[in-house]
């Protein structure tokens, strides 16, 4: 199972961090993806590390989130640097053992989705 937190009301320029804790499974040994999905429109991918600890982000939040992982842990995380009010939207952690690309259609394993609203 994957549980996440850390969502909420910030103001623009503020920072936030995201965590998606593991359970029942050894977070190592995935591939790790954050995902978010804003109203009315499709969930698009944010960022990922995936085989051979490739690291990607969207050119959306690229220099503003940073993607880790604490595998003591068994979390992993990410740091919204920078919001802005188009990060508004609910966001998914994932993991699966073999995702090749940062594509929501590679990871198999979802958490519920926590909301971040970026509002002044």
């Known amino acids: 199972q994957l549980q996440a937190s850390g969502g909420g009301l910030v103001q623009p320029g503020d920072s936030l961090r995201l965590s998606c804790a593991g359970s029942g499974f050894t977070l190592e040994y995935y591939d790790i993806g954050w995902f978010r999905q804003a109203p009315g429109k499709e969930r698009e991918e944010i960022s990922c590390i995936t085989s051979d600890d490739a690291i990607h982000y969207a050119d959306s939040v690229k220099g503003r989130f940073t993607i880790s992982r604490d595998n003591a842990k068994n979390t992993f995380y990410l740091l919204m640097n920078n919001v802005k009010p188009e990060d508004t939207a609910i966001y998914y952690c994932?993991?699966?053992?073999?995702?090749?690309?940062?594509?929501?259609?590679?990871?198999?394993?979802w958490g519920q989705g926590t909301l971040v609203t970026v509002s002044s």
């Open positions: 994932a993991v699966d053992s073999g995702a090749s690309i940062c594509n929501q259609f590679a990871f198999g394993s």
